[in-house]
């Protein structure tokens, strides 16, 4: 549900493979460029390039200077200076450039390339790692740098080689741009492909029949990227052509232990859970209960956004649409859970405000979804309180129907005989239980992604979907244009992808898939299908990176099923080669037990509004943080610009980032990217 990483990270996972789902807390992985220059305090950004530029009025197919493809984003300005072409978002001081230079390899190309962007800020390089060959780049080289939190700003570059020449982009934007235009820039890399070059696509191919031995190559794609990224255990299902193909597991529940996961392994689906719940409401739909185009306050009044113009538009479809200009805010809810109901996270959303316009952009926003759920449990069943009406509304909508006997909001009765435990990486990336106890804070925020369920159970809901709607022994479960406007496009991801009503629907390689994905702590899942070719896959997995084989799990069906390229294989050994590359560089600006000194300065209880409490205690060399639903052991890390950060450590929770304040009052500061909350001495 949830991505801490930064926005270039993101943007590059997009890149190398399909794009994630937001994400579970990860190890702080900050991405950016190359031999480039030194350390500086300052924290503005650099100064924008002198030329003036071409305003682009809609998505535009663009080149650069050497001739490569690539597409300008509506409403940004591009400019060409010298070798670079240089994109600025419509928020002023946030750029990404494409510059093709000659050199003799990557670093040269990066020196050359920061040369001719201009810029005069220098950050100190971290760590450089290689990613896989794609689209026709060979040698591509990631640099990064290490940024200050109090800059707020993200800074990277990929360097890149084909036809003799290298593209740089140089990625060089303040966090709260990158995550708000998130969309936009994942377009521009995705799309950034060699002069004379196009992607592949398997348009107009028939699907190869999922026969034992293509079967047996999905199996052996999964069994080693599981073993190789340390992921305990991983669940999938495949169906074609109406039937169940396969349904297994591949490693264990919990390390340690030698009992194996199956195809009815329950795990944590996460975002999964949203487009069950826009059935719920399809189904709504059907009984003439609500309409996707009612006001979400006629059906909820205690619905309420910050904005009030916003709240006044907001109708059904509009609550998990992702359209609505609200943004991410989950901190709020991992640090503030016990205790809060449904009714609490609504009234919460009272207090978010939109930061782009609707329909503008897509920005994901979980305490929204929630919302949608809400009001549907509400319509279905007024008389219960909001929670028990929602969970009703699903059991007797959904899981009941479809045979999912399995699925269940009821953590307690999920956490019972054949479960799987969530894990993630301990500060050194070694694999280790995660703190699973804080998934307890999607419980209030449950439509969004709280749903426990197995391979066996959501299969079942896969066939439903490439059957138009009908169920295995013929009978119509719902109205097939009902249950396909969920996929009708709502908002714009990229040119290749759409988000409709808790569904992405993705073009990329010349099918249609239709899919989601869905990360909670330590739990990674993925479900997808060609409606056009009658096949589907599901993907659950309990532990980090397991994200890694939910997204490029796609790309490894496609291969299989359209005979392309082997790209998949490749893709995930180098993948996780560099999210551990960068756990190891975040690793050594860390030290633990935290630094003696300033872990004396720090007060003995801070309070903020919104995220409560943390109160501070040490034991031997250890300073934990203790935030009343979870605690964790923190350690220090100086910033470039001289100021201390604490940084929590505990596995699943690693890398919330707590800087400590300059004034003459105590304060610590912990920001996600377009929202900032301080904690005050109290």
């Known amino acids: 549900m949830r991505s801490f990483l930064p926005a270039f990270a993101l943007v590059l996972l997009a890149a190398c493979s399909p794009a994630p789902e937001p994400a579970a807390p990860t190890p702080p992985v900050e991405q950016a460029p190359s031999a480039a220059p030194a350390a500086s305090a300052a924290p503005e950004a650099p100064a924008a390039p002198a030329v003036a530029g071409e305003r682009l009025a809609a998505d535009t197919p663009k080149t650069t200077v050497a001739g490569n493809t690539f597409i300008a984003p509506n409403g940004w300005t591009m400019t060409v200076k010298g070798p670079a072409t240089i994109l600025e978002a419509p928020e002023a001081g946030s750029r990404i450039a494409l510059i093709d230079v000659q050199a003799k390899d990557a670093d040269a190309a990066v020196a050359l390339a920061w040369a001719a962007y201009g810029a005069e800020k220098k950050w100190p390089l971290k760590t450089t790692v290689d990613a896989p060959d794609k689209d026709g780049w060979t040698h591509v080289r990631i640099y990064d740098y290490q940024t200050s939190p109090n800059e707020k700003r993200g800074v990277g570059a990929m360097a890149r080689f084909a036809n003799d020449t290298w593209t740089v982009v140089i990625y060089d934007m303040a966090d709260a741009v990158g995550e708000k235009r998130g969309a936009q820039v994942s377009q521009i890399y995705g799309r950034l492909l060699p002069k004379g070059r196009a992607r592949e696509s398997f348009a107009g191919k028939k699907a190869n029949s999922l026969d034992p031995a293509r079967i047996a190559a999905l199996g052996k794609f999964v069994e080693t990227a599981q073993q190789k990224l340390g992921v305990p255990g991983v669940s999938i299902g495949l169906v074609q052509g109406g039937k169940v193909v396969f349904a297994g597991g591949f490693g264990v529940r919990e390390l340690g232990k030698k009992t194996a996961v199956d195809a009815d392994t329950r795990y944590i689906i996460a975002s999964n859970t949203k487009a069950l719940t826009t059935l719920m409401l399809a189904k709504l739909v059907e009984e003439k209960k609500l309409t996707w185009e009612t006001p979400a306050t006629t059906l909820l009044p205690s619905f309420k956004l910050g904005d009030q113009d916003t709240t006044s538009r907001v109708l059904v479809k509009h609550l998990i649409c992702a359209c609505t200009g609200m943004p991410r805010q989950d901190l709020e809810w991992l640090f503030q859970y016990q205790g809060v109901t449904p009714d609490g996270a609504l009234a919460t ?123 295995p022994d013929g009978k119509q479960y719902i109205e097939k244009d009902i249950l396909l406007a969920r996929r009708a496009p709502q908002v714009s991801i990229s040119p290749d992808a759409t988000y409709g009503m808790g569904l992405m629907v993705d073009k990329k390689w010349g099918v249609t898939v239709v899919h989601h994905g869905g990360d909670m702590i330590g ?21 980090d990176p397991g994200w890694l084989i939910r997204s490029i799990f796609q790309r490894k069906l496609l291969e299989v099923l359209f005979d392309g390229r082997p790209e998949a294989d490749t893709e995930i050994a180098t993948m996780g080669k560099m999210f551990f590359d960068q756990m190891a560089a975040e690793r050594k600006l860390l030290t633990s037990p935290a630094d003696a000194a300033e872990s004396a300065k720090l007060a003995a209880h801070y309070t903020s509004a919104a995220l409560g409490d943390i109160k501070v205690s040490r034991a031997g060399a250890a300073t934990t943080f203790d935030f009343g639903e979870w605690k964790s052991e923190v350690a220090s890390k100086k910033n470039p610009d001289g100021t201390i950060s604490f940084v929590t450590t505990v596995p699943g929770m690693i890398g919330m980032e707590f800087v400590v304040g300059g004034g003459a009052k105590r304060t610590l500061t912990i920001r996600d990217a377009q929202h900032e909350y301080v904690f005050n001495e109290k």
Do not use: C
């Not at 909508?397 to 699925?407: E, I, N, Q, S, T």
């Not at 699973?436 to 896969?462: C, E, Q």
């Not at 990674?524 to 096949?535: F, T, Y």
């Open 349 to 471: 959303l009272a207090t978010m405000q939109p930061t782009s316009k609707f329909g503008e952009l897509f920005q994901y926003s979980n305490p929204l979804a929630a919302a949608a759920g809400f009001l549907g449990g509400h319509v279905a069943f007024p008389k219960l309180d909001l929670g028990k009406a929602y969970d009703e509304a699903m059991r007797t909508r959904v899981f009941d129907p479809l045979g999912m006997k399995a699925a269940t909001f009821d953590f307690k009765r999920a956490q019972t005989g054949n479960y799987a435990v969530a894990h993630a990486q301990d500060i050194d990336g070694k694999s280790a239980k995660a703190i699973g106890t804080v998934n307890d804070a999607v419980i209030p925020v449950r439509p969004a992604g709280g749903a426990w369920s197995t391979v066996n159970d959501v299969l079942k809901y896969v066939q439903m979907e490439l059957a138009e709607g009908k169920l």
């Open 523 to 543: 739990f990674h899942s993925d479900m997808m299908w060609l409606p056009e070719h009658g096949v589907g896959a599901v993907v659950l997995t309990n532990g």
